[in-house]
Protein backbone atom coordinates (compact mmCIF):
# COMPACT_ATOMS: atom_id res chain seq x y z
CA UNK A 1 0.00 0.00 0.00
CA UNK A 2 1.21 3.44 -0.58
CA UNK A 3 1.77 6.27 2.31
CA UNK A 4 -0.73 8.04 1.32
CA UNK A 5 -3.92 5.65 0.93
CA UNK A 6 -6.54 5.99 3.79
CA UNK A 7 -6.69 4.17 7.16
CA UNK A 8 -10.05 3.47 7.77
CA UNK A 9 -10.24 2.63 11.67
CA UNK A 10 -11.68 -0.69 12.60
CA UNK A 11 -13.97 -0.96 15.83
CA UNK A 12 -11.17 -3.10 17.78
CA UNK A 13 -9.30 -1.39 20.23
CA UNK A 14 -6.03 -3.11 21.86
CA UNK A 15 -7.47 -5.76 24.91
CA UNK A 16 -10.69 -6.04 23.49
CA UNK A 17 -12.22 -9.53 23.85
CA UNK A 18 -13.48 -10.58 20.41
CA UNK A 19 -15.74 -13.46 19.50
CA UNK A 20 -14.62 -15.29 16.62
CA UNK A 21 -17.15 -15.07 13.13
CA UNK A 22 -15.65 -17.89 10.37
CA UNK A 23 -12.75 -19.82 9.88
CA UNK A 24 -11.23 -22.73 11.56
CA UNK A 25 -11.72 -20.78 14.77
CA UNK A 26 -15.21 -19.76 14.52
CA UNK A 27 -16.79 -19.39 17.39
CA UNK A 28 -13.56 -19.17 19.88
CA UNK A 29 -12.80 -16.07 22.08
CA UNK A 30 -10.09 -14.29 22.81
CA UNK A 31 -7.95 -10.93 23.59
CA UNK A 32 -6.78 -8.94 20.86
CA UNK A 33 -3.05 -8.38 21.38
CA UNK A 34 -1.59 -6.15 18.33
CA UNK A 35 -3.59 -4.49 15.68
CA UNK A 36 -3.05 -3.28 12.00
CA UNK A 37 -5.38 -0.33 11.20
CA UNK A 38 -3.57 -0.16 7.63
CA UNK A 39 -4.42 -3.90 7.09
CA UNK A 40 -6.94 -4.20 8.86
CA UNK A 41 -5.98 -7.05 10.82
CA UNK A 42 -5.97 -8.52 14.71
CA UNK A 43 -4.02 -10.77 16.35
CA UNK A 44 -6.14 -12.52 19.10
CA UNK A 45 -4.71 -14.53 21.39
CA UNK A 46 -5.34 -18.68 20.82
CA UNK A 47 -6.83 -17.95 17.14
CA UNK A 48 -5.02 -18.24 14.23
CA UNK A 49 -2.24 -20.36 16.08
CA UNK A 50 0.29 -21.32 13.00
CA UNK A 51 3.52 -22.98 13.32
CA UNK A 52 6.43 -21.52 12.79
CA UNK A 53 9.24 -22.95 11.44
CA UNK A 54 12.46 -20.65 13.29
CA UNK A 55 16.14 -21.02 12.38
CA UNK A 56 18.39 -19.05 15.15
CA UNK A 57 20.51 -16.37 13.68
CA UNK A 58 22.71 -16.96 16.80
CA UNK A 59 25.13 -19.39 17.62
CA UNK A 60 23.42 -20.35 20.29
CA UNK A 61 19.77 -18.83 20.19
CA UNK A 62 16.47 -21.21 19.79
CA UNK A 63 15.62 -22.82 16.76
CA UNK A 64 12.65 -25.02 16.20
CA UNK A 65 8.90 -25.12 15.40
CA UNK A 66 7.11 -22.67 17.61
CA UNK A 67 3.39 -22.07 17.79
CA UNK A 68 2.48 -18.20 17.73
CA UNK A 69 -1.12 -16.60 16.58
CA UNK A 70 -1.32 -15.32 13.48
CA UNK A 71 -2.89 -12.54 11.64
CA UNK A 72 -6.91 -12.38 11.33
CA UNK A 73 -8.61 -9.99 9.26
CA UNK A 74 -10.57 -7.80 11.84
CA UNK A 75 -14.10 -8.25 10.16
CA UNK A 76 -14.55 -11.41 11.11
CA UNK A 77 -14.36 -10.36 15.15
CA UNK A 78 -16.89 -9.31 16.78
CA UNK A 79 -16.28 -7.66 20.26
CA UNK A 80 -17.58 -9.12 23.29
CA UNK A 81 -19.60 -6.66 25.84
CA UNK A 82 -18.50 -7.55 29.14
CA UNK A 83 -21.80 -6.32 30.73
CA UNK A 84 -23.96 -8.76 28.61
CA UNK A 85 -21.31 -11.61 27.30
CA UNK A 86 -22.46 -11.53 24.09
CA UNK A 87 -21.09 -10.64 20.56
CA UNK A 88 -22.70 -7.18 20.03
CA UNK A 89 -22.09 -3.81 17.80
CA UNK A 90 -20.17 -0.70 19.22
CA UNK A 91 -22.02 2.62 19.39
CA UNK A 92 -20.00 5.45 19.67
CA UNK A 93 -21.63 8.02 22.55
CA UNK A 94 -20.02 11.48 23.47
CA UNK A 95 -20.18 12.34 26.91
CA UNK A 96 -18.27 15.64 27.95
CA UNK A 97 -16.83 15.96 24.79
CA UNK A 98 -15.44 12.22 25.02
CA UNK A 99 -15.89 9.67 22.73
CA UNK A 100 -17.56 6.60 24.61
CA UNK A 101 -17.78 3.00 23.15
CA UNK A 102 -20.93 1.42 24.00
CA UNK A 103 -22.62 -1.70 23.53
CA UNK A 104 -25.33 -1.73 20.76
CA UNK A 105 -27.73 -4.45 22.90
CA UNK A 106 -27.64 -3.45 26.36
CA UNK A 107 -26.34 0.54 26.41
CA UNK A 108 -23.63 -0.64 28.61
CA UNK A 109 -19.77 0.57 28.57
CA UNK A 110 -17.45 -1.19 27.00
CA UNK A 111 -13.92 -1.21 29.05
CA UNK A 112 -10.93 -2.18 27.39
CA UNK A 113 -8.28 -4.06 29.49
CA UNK A 114 -5.31 -2.40 30.02
CA UNK A 115 -3.20 -5.10 31.71
CA UNK A 116 -2.21 -6.29 28.35
CA UNK A 117 1.36 -4.41 27.05
CA UNK A 118 1.08 -3.04 23.56
CA UNK A 119 3.50 -5.22 21.08
CA UNK A 120 6.59 -3.26 19.83
CA UNK A 121 5.63 -1.01 16.79
CA UNK A 122 5.62 -3.60 13.50
CA UNK A 123 5.93 -3.48 10.07
CA UNK A 124 2.70 -5.33 9.57
CA UNK A 125 1.41 -8.44 11.12
CA UNK A 126 3.15 -11.13 9.60
CA UNK A 127 5.69 -11.40 12.52
ZN1 LIG B 1 -23.88 -5.46 26.24
Request: proline share 0%; net charge positive; glycine share 8%.
Amino acid sequence: MKKNDCVRKCHLRVGDSVLVLCGKDKGKRGKVLALSHRESKAIVSGVMVVSKHVKSKKVDGESGIFKTESAIYSCKLKVVCNNCDCGTRVKYVLNDGKKKRVCKKCDGEISVNRDIKKKKKHRGLNV
